[in-house]
């Protein structure tokens, strides 16, 4: 036993990493530690050899260590030729280098697929008796994996057993849970999924009873029927107004305080808005109307006011209360008939008893009496009053029973006492008619001039053929003067026209012929 350990110090001598050996012994007294020294030196010069070597093969499993007396010596044996053949493998690997390719760098592994955090502000936007509709925002952290859809889970009241109303994922924010049965409790939550998995879930804070929310009806009044709405006698009413209110409220409608006569309005209502029709209207279909919503115990009601006014009648009488100098002061009072609506003012006129022509002095005059000035000495006058409302003045007039004759001032006229001598006379032509010549496309006129009492009917003809109200031809006869104006006359205009006036004590008639020539055309025109 003593003589084996002596090799070992010898090759601890020649053994060329020392440095390496120092490292791990711990104290030079202690003999024990100073045999296993060798084995670093062993285990360093092994890659040495291995480097200029094919792929290194598999280490062999250590074998039962033995006691520590018998393995002394073996270790010694095999570090010696180790320590030999260190310095040749030093000197290969010097002289053939095998230098590696650089590799590429390694990607850096993917991020972890992760779930998206909770949706938010999940409400109820509206429902009925049949489905629920709900709306809510998307999760604030969404992450690298994105954001697939969102599904839809429901489950009755007192229960877990969630199910999916939603066969795909849902994109937006919003959706309509369907087919549900009336007065259901229902807890419903969203859940937002991505290939990371399922989002924790945002639930309602409360279970929903699948009903129709009942909405306090209200009646949106337009503006222009919240005052007094006027329309004449005949017009189309078509009234339109609006209302809110769920379920569908239920509108009733009446004139008055009674029910409509459904032979003269119709009505017509849909989920928002009622329609009030009348074809055609009547002075009876004037009053206040009200429309009333109801929805369960609460109702709204509105009113508007239709007014059907028509044309108003003549003033009831109207009469001369004095004549003075030039003047004469009227008084007259209002109509029965207004037309349905107020009367805005009057219109007075004055005829003279030698033409019977009646001339406006005063219109939109307001007062029931007036003073017409101006009047002519020595002549004799009638008056009449018309009406006046917002559909215009009234087709009858109201007109005094006597005249009005204004005397002459500071002489005093005493009328001999002779038989009123007879002025009626028949129809004479005091002027007549000439033959004219006139070209195609020039207007042209014939003048006559006529007298006779009472005051004779004129008539125009053509050709023995009465003109009548022919818009080609213009007919005016003032104080006796008579004219026919032919509008740019044609080659079939040319004839015999004659003037015809009548009356109870005779007619007379004139004549003149018309020749209507083509224009003058130049001899350039002409080649």
């Known amino acids: ?12 001598k020649k053994e060329p990493a020392k440095k390496v050996a120092k490292a791990p012994e711990p104290a030079p007294a202690e003999p024990a530690p100073a045999e296993p020294a060798p084995a670093p030196a062993v285990a360093a010069a092994a890659p040495a050899e291995e480097a200029p070597a094919a792929p290194p093969a598999e280490e062999p499993k250590p074998p039962t260590p033995p006691p520590a007396d018998a393995a002394a010596a073996p270790a010694a044996e095999e570090a010696a030729p180790a320590a030999d053949s260190g310095a040749p493998a030093d000197a290969e690997a010097a002289e053939a280098p095998a230098p590696e390719e650089p590799k590429a760098p390694t990607p850096p592994p993917p991020p972890p697929k992760e779930p998206t955090s909770a949706p938010l502000d999940l409400f109820v936007e509206d429902k009925n008796d049949t489905s629920v509709t709900i709306i809510w925002s998307q999760p604030e952290n969404i992450g690298p994996s994105g954001l697939d859809g969102y599904a ?30 009336t007065g259901d409790r229902l807890k419903i939550r969203v859940v937002a999924v991505n290939a990371g998995g399922r989002s924790p879930p945002v639930a309602l ?8 929310v009942a909405d306090r009806p209200k009646v949106r009044l337009p503006r222009f029927l919240r005052q007094r709405y006027v329309a004449h006698v005949g ?24 029910p409509l006569d459904m032979k003269r309005v119709n009505i ?26 109801k929805v369960e115990d609460f109702e709204d009601k509105a009113s508007l006011t239709l007014q059907i006014v028509e044309l108003p009648g003549p003033p009831a009488s109207v009469k001369i209360v004095d004549t003075w100098g030039f003047n004469a002061a009227l008084e007259w009072t209002p109509p029965d008939d207004n037309g349905n609506t107020d009367i805005t003012g009057y219109t007075v006129q004055k005829a003279d008893k030698k033409t019977g022509d009646w001339f406006t002095v005063m219109e939109h005059y307001h007062r029931l009496n007036a003073t017409i000035s101006d009047l002519i000495m ?63 496309g020039y207007s042209t ?15 125009w003809m053509k050709n023995q053929m009465i003109i009548g109200d022919d818009p080609k031809y213009r007919q005016i006869c003032t104080q006796g003067i008579c004219s026919l104006e032919i509008r740019k006359p044609g080659n079939f205009d040319g004839g015999v026209y004659s003037c015809r006036a009548k009356n109870d004590h005779g007619e007379a008639t004139v004549s003149c012929k018309l020749e209507v020539k083509q224009p003058a055309v130049a001899d350039a025109d002409k080649k």
């Open 378 to 440: 020595g002549n004799t006058y009638s008056f009449r009053v018309f009406s006046e409302n917002k559909c215009g003045m009234s087709q009858d007039p109201a007109v005094t029973k006597e005249q009005a004759k204004i005397l002459k001032t500071g002489i005093e006229y005493k009328p001999p006492d002779y038989k009123e001598h007879d002025f009626t006379e028949p129809p004479k032509f005091t002027t007549s008619l000439s033959d004219r010549a006139t070209t195609v």
């Open 1 to 12: 036993m003593p003589s084996k350990p002596a090799p070992i110090k010898k090759a601890a």
């Open 445 to 459: 006129k014939l003048l006559c001039s006529v007298r006779g009492q009472p005051k004779p009917k004129i008539q």
């Open 152 to 181: 839809v889970e429901v489950c009755k009241d007192g229960t877990e057993d969630w199910k999916a109303v939603n066969e795909e994922l849902q994109k937006s924010c919003r959706y309509v849970i369907k087919n549900l049965t």
């Open 205 to 212: 804070p409360e279970a929903v009873l699948v009903k129709e």
């Open 268 to 293: 017509r209502s849909t989920e928002r808005d009622s329609i009030l029709f009348i074809r055609s209207s009547e002075r009876e279909d004037s009053g206040v109307y009200e429309m009333c919503v």
């Open 235 to 258: 017009a189309k009413i078509n009234l339109t107004i609006p209302f809110t209110g769920k379920p569908k409220p239920l509108v009733t409608w009446t004139k008055n305080g009674q």
